[in-house]
């Protein structure tokens, strides 16, 4: 299989074509219109052609992209994509506020997808395959040390208004392990709180309270400094059920993403669209409320 690469604008991409390199996938060529330095480091690391626009790439009739553009220019790659015929995967975000979402669910309808990483980590899969009964609550823990996205090249992932922030940039992963327990969920917000710095556009971390169709519902989405921790936790009648991802890219799901990029490319859309909006509007749902002065805790 033929896969094109559109942007940089982070480490996913990296990773995705190592690990569809892996998989016995042509890499035939990388687009970036923000982040050179990062083009050239993955089109010299693969190697690949390095194409001046996004029309030259798709030109080339790749049979699937990977996506991973600074998060506006996400609607503008999907419509290019969908025009040129070419699936298209989205590595997170594709929407850091409601106007962007809102863009992004106007796209016309077209073989493609986003997801976290995490939809597709084998241990929360099969976690969710064996709860033993509908939960009574549910809590799920979200934690990426954000230093570097308070760097000069990364700093737009730190903006409300680049990447989200803090709560959708790093909630995104949150809300979609919350999805794989409770597919499609829109939650009712309750309450949340931001712990604010000096150091951060957005926010250090944030806590979330809602009600996910009548199951109480618990978030902490943190940036602090320190080692990745995902986990989650369900209530059940039967007892406590506990689960803390592994650190390994494979146990983070990064194995599953390229999977889940071939099945895309050979006609199988992995994740429907309803469950991303989902996802999206519970993120920027809790980055609004915590914004608002009540639900600001630090300084």
Not at 155 to 167: E, F, I, K, L, V
Request: hydrophobic share 50%; aromatic share 6%; net charge negative.
């Amino acid at each position: 299989m033929r896969v094109a690469f559109a942007g940089a604008a982070h480490s996913h991409p990296f990773a995705d074509a190592a690990n569809l390199a892996a998989r016995g996938a042509q890499l035939i060529g990388m687009w970036d219109a923000d982040d050179a330095d990062r083009r050239d480091d993955f089109a010299a690391r693969f190697p690949v052609p390095v194409f001046t626009g996004l029309p030259e790439l798709l030109a080339e009739r790749p049979d699937v992209v990977v996506a991973t553009p600074r998060t506006p220019r996400a609607v503008d790659i999907a419509l290019a994509c969908a025009a040129a015929d070419v699936p298209v995967f989205f590595n997170k975000t594709v929407a850091a506020d409601a106007e962007g979402l809102a863009r992004w669910e106007a796209l016309p309808e077209a073989p493609r997808f986003t997801s976290s990483v995490l939809r597709f980590a084998p241990e929360l899969v099969a976690f969710a395959g064996r709860l033993p009964s509908r939960p009574r609550a549910i809590e799920v823990h979200a934690q990426h040390d954000i230093a570097g996205f308070l760097t000069a090249g990364r700093s737009w992932q730190d903006s409300p208004s680049g990447a989200g922030g803090t709560m959708v940039n790093i909630g995104v992963h949150a809300w979609e392990m919350l999805d794989v327990l409770l597919p499609g969920v829109t939650v009712e917000m309750l309450s949340a709180t931001r712990v604010t710095t000096d150091g951060t556009a957005s926010e250090l971390l944030a806590t979330v309270h809602a009600r996910a169709d009548g199951i109480p519902v618990m978030l902490a989405i943190s940036g602090v400094a320190g080692a990745d921790r995902y986990a989650v936790r369900t209530w059940h009648d039967e007892g406590l059920r506990e689960l803390v991802l592994p650190h390994d890219a494979d146990g983070l799901g990064y194995g599953g993403v390229a999977d889940a990029v071939l099945r895309l490319g050979a006609g199988t859309v992995p994740v429907d669209a309803t469950r991303t909006s989902a996802v999206y509007r519970n993120a920027i749902a809790a980055a609004d409320l915590a914004r608002t002065c009540r639900g600001r805790l630090g300084t």
